[in-house]
């Protein structure tokens, strides 16, 4: 049985949806991971360590902005030499995943 709204809705362009604005990747910011944070700060790294100080970011890259209070063993995607050089000089290892 077709519902009374269906019926009066078909025949036209946008019925089904958006058409036009889909096609490119614009709308959604790019194409793929793009727009994603694929990254995270030293900064932020004490937050994410437990009490041993150890840190799994296996998807993300390490950037250098902020500090790094504490001895930390990082493990990530990829470190910029910053990153890498501020957790070493707290003390703490940055190993490449």
Do not use: C, W
């Given at each position: 049985?077709?519902?009374?709204?269906?019926?009066?809705?078909?025949?036209?362009?946008?019925?089904?949806?958006?058409?036009?604005?889909?096609?490119?990747?614009?709308?959604?910011?790019?194409?793929?991971?793009?727009?994603?944070c694929k990254h995270v700060n030293v900064?932020?790294?004490?937050?994410?360590?437990?009490?041993?100080?150890?840190?799994?970011?296996?998807?993300?890259?390490?950037?250098?902005?902020?500090?790094?209070?504490?001895?930390?063993?990082?493990?990530?995607?990829?470190?910029?030499?910053?990153?890498?050089?501020?957790?070493?000089?707290?003390?703490?290892?940055?190993?490449?995943?």
């Open positions: 049985m077709v519902r009374p709204k269906t019926k009066e809705k078909r025949g036209h362009r946008t019925y089904h949806g958006k058409h036009k604005n889909m096609r490119g990747g614009g709308t959604r910011g790019g194409r793929g991971d793009s727009g994603k900064d932020e790294l004490d937050q994410l360590a437990g009490q041993d100080g150890k840190v799994e970011i296996n998807e993300l890259k390490v950037l250098g902005r902020g500090r790094v209070t504490r001895k930390l063993e990082v493990k990530a995607l990829g470190f910029t030499a910053a990153a890498k050089s501020k957790i070493e000089a707290a003390g703490g290892q940055a190993v490449v995943v």
